[in-house]
């Protein structure tokens, strides 16, 4: 009897792991429509005129970094260091932490397509 139930235990604990992974827990705003998707990585300003670093704006969805939403819009690895892409993101949002950026803001991210 007690293997059945730390068998049921355990089952119970990896359905729920794989739900909090797959689906999430937390409250999301409503489903978006296709263009929606697209509308989040236009590209609003091809260079930042303040800083002279190429651009381009995008809205964090969950379990994005900053890393992956540049690799993302450039659909490669990165082609510079971390610590580069660290220092171009903190300039073009105003010393903003790459490490805590907020879902669902929208934040500029440096364009290294070219």
């Known amino acids: ?6 068998f049921v235990l355990a089952l119970i ?10 689906t999430g827990t ?3 705003s409503p489903p978006q ?4 998707k697209a509308e989040d990585t236009q590209a609003s300003a091809p260079v930042d005129t303040d800083t002279g670093i190429p651009s381009f704006d995008a809205k964090v969805k969950p379990g994005e970094t ?3 939403i540049v690799e993302h819009k450039i659909n490669k ?6 610590p580069e892409l660290i220092e171009d993101f903190q300039t073009l ?3 903003k932490s790459p490490e805590k950026i907020q879902i669902g803001s929208t934040y500029h991210f440096p364009d290294y397509s070219k």
Request: hydrophobic share 45%.
């Open 33 to 36: 429509q296709a263009d929606a």
């Open 26 to 28: 937390l409250p999301t």
């Open 77 to 82: 690895s990165l082609p510079v260091s971390i």
């Open 66 to 68: 900053v890393i992956s």
């Open 13 to 22: 604990v990896i359905y729920v792991i794989y739900y909090d992974l797959t």
């Open 93 to 95: 949002n105003k010393g």
């Open 1 to 6: 009897m007690k293997k059945l139930l730390g």
